[in-house]
């Protein structure tokens, strides 16, 4: 059983960066895959970024690709998103969520957090 709680969000303007953390408890985190996905309103939930159990591969949408970075740190059970130059169009509620291994269907998904709102002003 994996439970993961965000933080982070906020309101944000046009170029600027926020700093997307998922706090996750369960003694089954460090070998699972993480990812990012969001939904915007009156949108289906897309996805947005992936990790392995290790850190060493990550998957991007080709929207945030060179403006988003994921990381975990297993030792502290947290994944993070950094998120810089932010567009209106990344105005979302932002959800963590783990699967067996990385993959960036929502469906591989089997936890998923309660979501956390960014909003980015133009």
């Known amino acids: 059983q994996v439970q993961l709680v965000e933080s982070g969000g906020g309101l944000v303007q046009a170029g600027g960066s926020l700093r997307l953390s998922c706090a996750a408890s369960?003694?089954?985190?460090?070998?699972?895959?993480m990812g990012w996905f969001r939904q915007a309103p009156g949108k289906e939930r897309e996805f947005v970024a992936a990790?392995?159990?290790?850190?060493?591969?990550?998957y991007y949408a080709d929207s945030v690709k060179g403006r988003f970075t994921i990381s975990r740190d297993n030792a502290k059970n947290t994944v993070v998103l950094q998120m810089t130059s932010l567009k209106p169009e990344d105005t979302a509620v932002y959800y963590c969520a783990a699967a067996p291994a990385i993959h960036t269907r929502e469906y591989e998904y089997n936890y998923w957090g309660q979501g956390t709102q960014v909003t980015v002003s133009s």
């Open positions: 990790i392995n159990w290790s850190g060493t591969n990550t």
């Open positions: 369960g003694r089954t985190f460090s070998n699972r895959g």
